[in-house]
């Protein structure tokens, strides 16, 4: 049953109605910045789709080879698009949330510029190859203290605003924002300084901890803050139940960190500890469906809005793209689909499907409906956010698609000693070609997104944006 009274209320709206009136100066800086990086980045992840048609492309040029652009893909994806815009999707809806001002724009600001110089010190570093070689850990040492850094200032700022707040409940969001901030902290530190000193066995326990953990201690739970936050404002629809929302974040916090070991199922490591990554792999069904629930819930009698409403066209698509990943992360952890699928082009499908299915089209969302409220004006063309998504939406499905298909066929081959292994990737050449061309259609949606974003942003003032 539904929660009754106080429970089902809009995010971030008064008992009393009073208002505060907000700076956002730190969000709009965040937001502004990450998009143009997705484009850029989108250049490179077209690149290397090409390269793996035309393995000659872009010739022997050391900087553009596939060793260098492949980290700066995936760190651009993941810390210059996506946790940028995060952060600051965070800092417009904590204080609303809290119906405070951002405890401190200052600091905000002097964030969001250090983030920046990581950011672009990252693109110079990883093209020169300097390099740690860890996966998702590429960054030289300097940088990572910089993060840190940075994500301290991040983390004080939240804290604090959250500490001033009028309001003595918290609604789901914070406590999503506030398990992001820590969590992050632990696996951040983990994949980054505390691997250095493992090698062997320990150091690839250590480090995939930190790769799915990225994923499932990072960007899921700052991604479901945002689309329990989103998708009540957007569709102007009560939460269907808070506890049930609560039931979700406490087993995120004690089941997502003991399942990076099903990576190396098959591998040199103890059976117990490939069977308690299965283990656990498995019980992420429950927070997955608790929020897949609730948000299906919500939505219950205004699935309507969809024709109108991108914004809840990203949220609710990307609700879905959450549960097919979760659903097969828990089958990939088994040892029987494991075998087949592993290692194959199977994991980069279901990896993308996370990032720029479920939680890109979250923080998409958050920023279609974000920035015009910041600007007070309306969103540079409503067509044109349509066509975004539509774009990344048929696009998406034919690269995972794709690619689950393909890594199957794939991992079949590798398991048949029959088949020569130079064969195995003759064999995928119509699946890359897939891909590309799926891939192309993706980019022109992040085309249309980021072109759509900047034009609000750059664009003279013209009717404000709705309350």
Known sequence: MPEQSSARVQPGVAASGATTVHDDTTAKWFIVSSVTYFFIVGIIAIAIAAKFIWPELLGTVQYLTYGRLRP?????????????????????????????????EKLGVATAALWNIVVLSAVVCLLLGINQGLEYAELPLGLDVLVVVAWIMFGVNIFATIASRKFDAMYVSLWYVMGTILWTAFVYLTGNFAVLFATGVNQANLNWMYVHNAVGLIFTPVGLALAYYYIPKSSNTPLYSHKLSMIGFWSLAFVYVWTGAHHMIHGPISQWLQTIASAFSVMLLIPVWAAVYNFFATMKGQWHQLRENVTLKFLMSGVVFYLLTCFQGPMHSLRSVNAIVSKTDWIPGHAHMAVLGAFSFFAIAGTYYTLPRILNKKLFSDALANWSYWLLMTGGLGFFVTLWLGGFWQGWQWNNPAIPFIDTVKALQPVWIVRFFSGI?????????????????LGSDSEPAAA
């Open 72 to 104: 700066l893909h995936v760190n651009g994806m993941l810390f210059g698009w996506l946790l940028s815009a995060d952060m600051g999707l965070t800092f417009f809806l904590v204080p609303r949330l809290c119906g405070v001002k951002l405890w401190s």
């Open 441 to 457: 259609l993706m980019f022109l949606g992040i085309v249309s997104f980021a072109y759509n974003v900047l034009a609000t942003f």
